[in-house]
């Protein structure tokens, strides 16, 4: 399918000045947040000889800090810049992963959340960098190419971590997710890519949350939140359906199927003239999912008939980033790219506990219908109210 779509628009892209280099850097940026959850997991459960469930503890407080944590962070780099952010969140967290392996378990506990809090919003960054450095027809190729990029680091993240756990141990693992979030932390420091492009010129004071944080606004975030449900429920039913099956061996070369699916499917969104709505991509993603745990087996199989529904995974996300853009004024665009960052939290939050209850009173396959009807749920209540503003606004004109 890639060999059939048109490259132009990516060598355009790539050709701007400082947008490879700096795409790159976020690359790195995005490593340690990825390989994070897997390589504290083995931590709690191999080194520290807890359950899974206490484990699971620790991911939800750090998950939690992120959320809440996002969008003060984004308004931080609104007021003062990037390098002030930077300087104190990634000495936070570099001090946070180096920490973790000579913490006990009720300690680690506790420092997640601030540390969550405290997180470098690595997402956010990169997403504000290309809004400045690309032109406004260029973003959706750019935000396209960047959500393509961020599967890659989820590719990547996981495997180092168990690979330096297993191979070595947790520790070499966390101090290495540690060394290397302080190393990011300097270049971006040093570095300092621009968060605005020279036209945006900031003037005035900053408009109060309710001006800019409108329906539609809040439509967008809201349907981004059923995306990454139907994203996280669909992982986890796949898992449950393979370990049913007695085929959980094969759950790496599933997993990556998917993603080498969203992945074609995010170069063309970002390569095609014209594309379609977040609205849309969200529907098709949701609507694609219910129907998987009908043909659940064997293996390959499965594989096969979740293509379609990851091959709208990417461009969801990103026509998502693209609409945040748009709608949100230049002078808090780091604010509501923290909200954008919460709202994928949420969504993933969400997923897990709810379609597990599914699985757990019924069969995996109802995981696949629990995702897409849960994410169908959360995006319906955005598209009303998108609906419903667009309403009013035309009676009032």
Do not use: K
Request: charged content about 10%.
């Amino acid at each position: 399918m890639i060999g059939f779509v048109p490259l132009q628009p990516y060598r355009r892209l790539l050709a701007l000045p400082s947008v490879p280099s700096s795409m790159l850097l976020m690359f790195f940026a995005r490593l340690p947040v990825t390989a994070m959850g897997i390589t504290l997991t083995l931590h709690v459960v191999s080194d520290l000889g807890r359950g899974y469930g206490e484990a699971g503890l620790v991911g939800t407080a750090s998950t939690a800090g992120s959320a809440l944590g996002a969008p003060l962070v984004g308004r931080m780099i609104d007021r003062y810049g990037l390098r002030p952010v930077v300087l104190v969140c990634g000495t936070v967290s570099a001090t946070y992963f180096l920490s973790t392996p000579h913490l006990p378990y009720l300690a680690l506990v506790l420092v997640a959340l601030p540390a969550g809090v405290l997180a470098v919003p690595a997402g956010s960054i990169a997403r504000q960098v290309l809004s400045a450095l690309v032109p406004e027809t260029q973003r959706r190729t750019a935000y396209s190419l960047d959500t393509v990029s961020l599967e890659v680091t989820f590719m990547i993240g996981p495997a180092a971590g168990i690979l330096l756990s297993t191979q070595f141990s947790s520790a070499v693992a966390l101090t290495s997710i540690g060394v290397l979030s302080g190393v990011v932390a300097a270049l971006l420091y040093l570095t300092n890519p621009p968060v605005r492009a020279g036209h945006e010129t900031i003037t005035g004071t900053r408009p109060p949350l309710r001006s800019w944080l409108s329906a539609e606004l809040t439509a967008t975030l809201l349907i981004a939140v059923g995306a990454l449900f139907v994203l996280v429920g669909m992982e986890l039913a796949a898992l449950a359906s393979l370990r049913e099956n007695g085929e959980v061996g094969w759950t790496g070369v599933v997993i990556a199927v998917m993603c080498v699916a969203s992945l074609a499917g995010g170069i063309v969104h970002g390569a095609v003239h014209r594309s379609l709505s977040q609205v849309t991509l969200m529907v098709l993603l949701a609507v694609l999912t219910i129907p998987v745990g009908l043909v659940d087996s064997p293996w390959w199989l499965l594989a096969l008939v979740l293509v379609p529904a990851n091959v709208v995974c990417a461009p969801t996300i990103a026509a998502t980033t693209e609409a945040v853009t748009s709608l949100a004024p230049v002078r808090v665009r780091g604010e509501a790219m923290g909200l954008q960052d919460s709202a994928t939290r949420i969504g993933l939050a969400l997923g897990g506990p709810v379609v597990g209850f599914v699985m757990d009173h019924s069969s995996p396959g109802w995981g696949f219908a629990a995702s897409g009807l849960g994410g169908l749920l959360l995006a319906s209540t955005g598209i009303l109210l998108r609906l419903r503003f667009r309403t009013r606004t035309a009676v009032a004109s």
